[in-house]
């Protein structure tokens, strides 16, 4: 039998869609990840969901694991309330960056994302490294930034220009020591 579908898929979703696990499991959307546990959305409930045993122990690492913003197969318990994950769709982009330490891993961010809004502040706080580096891993995961500048109400118009030439790359950065 099959189950409703709750969600109006994009095309790219819809192409993604294994027709045996659609029939056997809902589709949902990881919505939020708190260390082992996950919040998913089946298009009318939030439940609170964890991974089936043989999804978890079948992860290589933590980049096969779900993330916020992933579409996951799951089966949905007690009035929506709780739900088992069991399987992921491919993902289109995934946002991620080094994990601290010495271990090369990966701290998962979000996952298919089409647009990332990189916020800074004009003022004293702008730092065009910080803004580089969130640049180069949007770049790295093929989602278009869109920079937005935050307090420009509090520097002058000629401030704002140089800032401008800055990021485009216009205007040679000043090393102060």
Request: aromatic share 10%; with cysteine; hydrophobic share 40%.
């Amino acid at each position: 039998m099959d189950k409703p579908d709750r969600f109006q898929h994009n095309d790219w979703v819809q192409s993604q869609l294994d027709a045996n696990m659609s029939i056997a499991h809902e589709i949902a959307r990881v919505v939020s990840v708190h260390r082992d546990r996950y919040a998913v959305f089946n298009g009318s409930e939030e439940a609170f969901a964890e991974l089936s045993g043989n999804f978890l122990y079948s992860a290589n690492s933590a980049t096969d694991l779900p993330t916020t913003g992933d579409w996951v197969y799951a089966d949905f318990y007690d009035e929506n309330t709780h739900a088992i994950i069991h399987s992921m769709l491919p993902r289109k982009t995934l946002l991620k960056r080094k994990s601290a330490g010495k271990q090369v891993d990966f701290q998962l961010i979000a996952a298919n994302i089409d647009v990332a809004f990189i916020v800074q502040s004009a003022d004293y706080n702008f730092n065009l490294r910080r803004l580089e580096r969130y640049l180069v891993m949007v770049n790295e995961s093929e989602i278009a930034p869109v920079i937005l500048l935050s307090k420009c109400d509090l520097i002058s118009q000629a401030e704002i220009r140089e800032l401008e030439g800055k990021i485009k790359g216009d205007i040679p950065l000043r090393v102060e020591s």
